[in-house]
T-cell receptor, first 115, second 117 residues
Framework: KNQVEQSPQSLIILEGKNCTLQ??????????LRWYKQDTGRGPVSLTI?????NTKSNGRYTATLDADTKQSSLHITASQLSDSASYIC??????????????FGTGTRLKVLA | GAVVSQHPSRVICKSGTSVKIECRSL??????MFWYRQFPKKSLMLMAT?????????EQGVEKDKFLINHASLTLSTLTVTSAHPEDSSFYIC?????????????FGPGTRLTVL
């Protein structure tokens, strides 16, 4: 069964600190992995996307890693800001034999950055 | 580029009424649009996939007669929640994929908060 699990479920950190969010997946056949940021009451916004051959991708203060062998990914946030408070969703894309694909969503990590 | 809008952003209706939500791709042609539902503190759940000019494909457990989807043009898809009930209250998000995109990217709209009284 295709699944994406994230940890921790929620996290509280102080402004300026770093944090790392985890994503484990069992999705086959794997196409790519994305991290999204979703502010409360808003749609998800893409942060990074990685294919099978990529093991790291940065977007400003966000750095994602991918280990395709262990099927794990992480999202590292550096020097957190209050505006980083949001849900972070790991999404793995699975391809079907017919060429279609489906997004498998993780349950998300709710990050709260405190002043 | 790749902006997706939804209208309305928030709607409150009485039980038994129907509500239409629009999803538009503003600067690209969307060959495929997706409709998701999200309950509080839960992840997005795919309801249906719609391709322009053809019938939508619904996920298991989603009633197609209750959630009517129309994708009449390459820039517009609508979701109509018919005879809405309080349990239909949720956050509805659409996404769009555009023609010619090599990698399977979806661009999400800002969501519509539906409250059924």
């Amino acid at each position: 069964k295709n699944q994406v699990e994230q940890s921790p479920q929620s996290l509280i950190i102080l402004e300026g600190k770093n944090c790392t969010l985890q994503c484990n997946y069992t999705v086959s056949p794997f196409s790519n992995l994305r991290w999204y940021k979703q502010d409360t009451g808003r749609g998800p916004v893409s942060l990074t996307i990685m294919t099978f051959s990529e093991n790291t991708k940065s977007n400003g203060r966000y750095t994602a890693t991918l280990d395709a062998d262990t099927k794990q990914s992480s999202l590292h946030i550096t020097a957190s800001q209050l505006s980083d408070s949001a849900s972070y969703i790991c999404v793995v894309s699975a391809n079907s034999r017919t060429g279609t694909y489906k997004y498998i969503f993780g349950t998300g990590t709710r990050l709260k950055v405190l002043a | 580029g790749a902006v997706v809008s939804q209208h309305p952003s928030r709607v409150i209706c009485k039980s038994g009424t129907s509500v239409k939500i629009e999803c538009r791709s503003l600067d690209f042609q969307a060959t495929t649009m997706f409709w998701y539902r999200q309950f509080p503190k839960k992840s997005l759940m795919l309801m249906a996939t719609s391709n322009e000019g053809s019938k939508a494909t619904y996920e298991q457990g989603v009633e197609k007669d209750k959630f009517l989807i129309n994708h009449a043009s390459l820039t517009l898809s609508t979701l109509t929640v018919t005879s809405a009930h309080p349990e239909d209250s949720s956050f509805y998000i659409c996404s769009a994929r555009y023609r010619g995109l090599a990698i399977n990217e979806q661009f999400f709209g800002p969501g519509t908060r539906l409250t059924v009284l």
